[in-house]
Structures are given as C-alpha cells and as structure tokens.
C-alpha cells in the first residue's frame, strides 16, 4: 500500500528542528506526506499510536470476513477517525487492506477464528454486543440507547449477519432506510452505527478535529 501523493502533507521542516522523541528525523529531514492530522506532523509512526491508545474509546467493532469482503479496509478506516478501541475481525485472517488508506498501521485490529471465540473474548472483556442488520426482529438505531462499553457486529456484504453471530448478540439494530433498496452498504452502515454512538457518548470538546 502506498501513500498518499507527493502533493499532500508537508514539506521538510524549517528552521531549528523542534526536541522529542517523539518526532522522527527522516520525516522532519524529508516531509510528512501522511495522511494524518495536524497534530501529529512529523511524528513516528509508534508515537502517533501511543498518542491515540490515551484517548480510544471503549467502543469496538467486529466484522464477519468468509468472502474476504471488500467493506472491511473502509471500516477500518472510520473506526480509526472514530478512536475506537479495536476493529475485530471473525473468521478469515485475511482481509482486503485496500480502503483502510493505510490507517490500519495505527487502528488495533484483532482476529478471531470462529463467532465462538469472538464471543467468548467479549464476554471476558465485558462487552456488549450488538448486531447492526436490518432483519424482523431488530430495533432503529435511531432510537436506540448505544451501551457505553459495546460492540458493533457487522455481517458479510449481501447475507448480512450469520445465524451464529445473531445468537451471540444481545440484540440487533437497524438502520432505517426511505428508498427502493433493501439493505445499504456494510460500510456505510459501520459509519453510520460508529457515529450514533460517537454522538451519544464522545466529549466533542475543542480538541476534536
């Protein structure tokens, strides 16, 4: 995966190079053509994921990969801008990194082999866990009271939720939809169902960006 185009970021760093560990000479030699926010300019790769584990929420996500899906790297990608605490990913171990933009370096993502061993690690973190499909018996997210310590569970683009990842949810979100299709991207609906909850529970103080 490369990064992005030359023209992004910023150039070699002028004047007296500023003290820290944290900062790392070749970017600081060389530019920072990242894709990362202001404040973290110039830093190391490690430091920069140091920084965020401080301030992650103790939100995370789960998807199921049996098809290599393709919305995998774009959830990825929001959980990174949402800070949440780590994308877990059940079933194949591979995934498609493409869409995560190269965020998966500093998002935590962790594999489990079987919906039994991700629910089983869940229970032992103490998590709630949360189905968001659009099926019979599943409740708006839209009115919907996101538990503060959770974890959203998505399905395979198409099939949605398996069988055994709906029993091991305590319950199942839908997002309501107004047009003729009758499901909406996996993606998308991770960063629909990671804002509501970023909504109802962040500090949106003046340091977001």
């Known amino acids: 995966m490369t990064e992005p185009e030359a023209g992004v970021g910023v150039g070699p760093w002028e004047g ?21 926010v202001d404040r973290y300019r110039y830093w190391k790769l490690e430091a920069i994921v140091a920084d965020l584990d401080l301030r992650r929420h103790p939100l995370h996500v789960a998807i199921e990969n049996w098809q290599h899906d393709f919305n995998i790297g774009s959830i990825v990608r929001t959980a990174n801008a949402f800070a949440v605490a780590e994308v877990h990913i059940i079933g194949k171990k591979r995934w498609n990194r493409r869409g995560a933009m190269v965020t998966d370096r500093y998002q935590h993502v962790r594999h489990h082999v079987s919906v039994a061993d991700f629910a089983a690690w869940a229970g032992d973190s103490k998590l709630a866990v949360i189905g968001i499909d659009n099926v019979e018996d599943s409740v708006p997210i839209e009115s919907a009271e996101l538990p503060h310590d959770c974890v959203l569970v998505f399905g395979q683009e198409g099939p ?28 998308a609906a991770a960063a629909i169902a990671m804002h509501t909850w970023i909504r109802q529970h962040a500090d949106l103080g003046p340091e977001v960006s």
Do not use: K, M
Not at 16 to 36: I, K, Q, S
């Open 16 to 36: 007296v190079e500023p003290d820290g560990d944290h900062y790392d000479p070749e970017l600081l030699r060389d530019g920072d053509r990242r894709n990362v």
């Open 160 to 187: 949605g939720l398996s069988a055994e990842a709906r029993d091991a949810c305590g319950r199942t979100l839908s997002i309501a939809q107004f047009g003729s299709t009758r499901s909406i991207n996996a993606g």
